[in-house]
């Protein structure tokens, strides 16, 4: 038997029902004594895990969560049932960040005296569907089709969207079911429905949300539950509620908190556990705990970063932060994540990193930990490989990439193609990702037209 890291689900829901299963078992039963009375383990083996949050089910019991590619290999434990009962596990929940497919095969039987250890589950990364970008000088966002094996653009039918005045920041919840386009002078986000058959969106009835003032970046839970906007006047972070089917958002009752000067940028976990906001004038970025949407800032929060934060993103595995000094053409690397009452977070070995002229966006690939740095005042892309055991960066070879004045950068969920918002040429650039390299080499077609003044960027499988 191989001991993983693994978790109970973290939705609340899922979360009770996985410990009520617990109590009832260990009630029955206190031990794997063999006997029919007893409980014996599901093991077997997980393979292809990149994502968060995998969490598996026997009948309707919620089983064990597994995270990242820690948890691949044999000899992995699934969870218990007694001994004599019919088992039949499934997906309960599908890892995100990426988001991914998990199928499960030789998951069914009786449960015998040594118990089960044939239960196999395999997992490949979904392939990017389409690419929804906001510009902020024609308050719309465009849309299109990848072309998973090229990488190539595609406009979707009915593109651009109107969205509201000013949109600066969108995000896809992890579902692809919607999207969330931040307005900023408009102070409101716009919610959308996605054709998952041709990527068309269609306004959300309601839509727009008010937000606080100037709204600067918006951020979906992995659950598809809540949305989180901050608020750069306000100095706030808001929290909404996804109303299931609809897309449309309704505020948490006391879901607004203090954030700090200015905040910049959000984003979740990849557990759902945490919230962390940039505030740019600052200096400082904020944590935030989640409990059932609702935040609540952590000790001695908001913690130093650069000069003006502008951006921000973590590792895989919610470790490792990275945050893009505008002020200061740098990149904060912090460690000591989740933050604990025993350590507060704080810079990792060779933080801060150089990067050039004004970096104002960061996507990092969960695939091959590759981290990308839009630089807007120097026209160009950083690039860095990231030791996923210490969280330090080190420069790639050919870095930086051209690319003239970057507002935005997204990686595709296989780790294939990075994709840049050139906000002065009014384009998108595509660009295929070496595998062993991380280079960025400009695929055919490369770039691609966009509205005025593209800020931000949104991938959805």
């Given at each position: 038997m191989r001991t993983v890291k693994c978790h109970l689900p973290t939705h609340p829901a899922v979360r009770l029902a996985a410990v009520l299963a617990t109590l009832l078992i260990t009630g029955c039963d206190n031990g794997n004594d063999g006997g029919s009375t007893g409980t014996q383990n599901?093991?077997?083996?997980?393979?292809?895990?990149v994502g968060s949050r995998l969490v598996l089910q026997n009948n309707t019991t919620p089983l064990n969560q597994f995270n990242g590619p820690g948890a691949n290999g044999g000899g992995v434990v699934f969870g218990t049932a007694k001994v004599d009962s019919s088992y039949v596990v499934t997906v309960l929940t599908q890892p995100t960040n990426p988001s991914q497919t998990c199928v499960v095969t030789n998951g069914t039987g009786t449960v015998g005296s040594s118990g089960v250890t044939t239960i196999a589950v395999s997992c490949v990364i979904n392939s990017p569907r389409f690419l929804y970008v906001a510009n902020r000088g024609s308050g719309d966002v465009s849309g299109y089709t990848?072309?998973?094996?090229?990488?190539?653009?595609?406009?979707?039918?009915?593109?651009?969207?109107?969205?509201?005045?000013?949109?600066?920041?969108?995000?896809?919840?992890?579902?692809?079911?919607?999207?969330?386009?931040?307005?900023?002078?408009?102070?409101?986000?716009?919610?959308?429905t996605i054709?998952?058959?041709?990527?068309?969106?269609?306004?959300?009835?309601?839509?727009?949300?008010?937000?606080?003032?100037?709204?600067?970046?918006?951020?979906?839970?992995?659950?598809?539950?809540?949305?989180?906007?901050?608020?750069?006047?306000?100095?706030?972070?808001?929290?909404?509620?996804?109303?299931?089917?609809s897309g449309a958002l309704t505020p948490l009752s006391?879901?607004?908190?203090?954030?700090?000067?200015?905040?910049?940028?959000?984003?979740?976990?990849?557990?759902?556990?945490?919230?962390?906001?940039?505030?740019?004038?600052?200096?400082?970025?904020s944590v935030f705990s989640i409990n059932s949407g609702?935040?609540?800032?952590?000790?001695?929060?908001?913690?130093?970063?650069?000069?003006?934060?502008?951006?921000?993103?973590?590792?895989?595995?919610?470790?490792?932060?990275?945050?893009?000094?505008?002020?200061?053409?740098?990149?904060?690397a912090i460690g000591g994540l989740p933050v604990s009452s025993s350590a507060a977070p704080g810079p990792i070995g060779g933080s801060p990193y150089a990067t050039d002229l004004t970096p104002t966006a960061i996507a990092i690939s969960a695939v091959n930990n590759f981290?990308?740095?839009?630089?807007?005042?120097?026209?160009?892309?950083?690039?860095?490989?990231?030791?996923?055991?210490?969280?330090?960066?080190?420069?790639?070879?050919?870095?930086?990439?051209?690319?003239?004045?970057?507002?935005?950068?997204?990686?595709?969920?296989?780790?294939?193609?990075?994709?840049?918002?050139?906000?002065?040429?009014?384009?998108?650039?595509a660009f295929a990702i070496a595998p062993t390299s991380g280079a960025l080499t400009p695929i055919s077609g490369s770039p691609f037209p966009a509205g005025l003044q593209p800020a931000a960027m949104a991938i959805s499988d």
């Open positions: 599901l093991e077997g083996t997980i393979t292809g895990l990848i072309d998973a094996t090229s990488g190539a653009l595609a406009t979707i039918t009915g593109s651009p969207f109107t969205s509201g005045s000013m949109p600066v920041a969108i995000a896809v919840d992890p579902t692809g079911a919607y999207v969330f386009v931040a307005n900023q002078t408009g102070g409101n986000i716009s919610a959308f054709d998952r058959a041709t990527g068309a969106l269609t306004a959300v009835t309601g839509s727009p949300f008010a937000t606080g003032a100037l709204p600067t970046s918006v951020a979906v839970d992995p659950s598809s539950s809540f949305v989180y906007v901050t608020n750069r006047s306000a100095g706030t972070v808001s929290g909404y509620a996804i109303t299931a089917g006391g879901g607004v908190v203090a954030s700090g000067t200015s905040p910049s940028a959000v984003i979740v976990d990849p557990l759902g556990e945490f919230v962390y906001a940039a505030n740019q004038s600052g200096g400082t970025f609702m935040l609540s800032a952590d000790a001695g929060s908001p913690f130093p970063a650069g000069a003006s934060p502008s951006a921000l993103a973590l590792d895989p595995s919610g470790h490792y932060l990275y945050l893009a000094n505008s002020a200061a053409n740098t990149l904060t981290v990308y740095v839009a630089n807007l005042g120097a026209n160009d892309i950083s690039g860095y490989l990231l030791n996923g055991g210490t969280g330090m960066l080190t420069a790639l070879s050919g870095s930086p990439f051209t690319s003239p004045q970057p507002s935005s950068i997204a990686v595709d969920p296989t780790g294939q193609f990075a994709y840049v918002a050139n906000s002065v040429t009014n384009t998108v650039s």
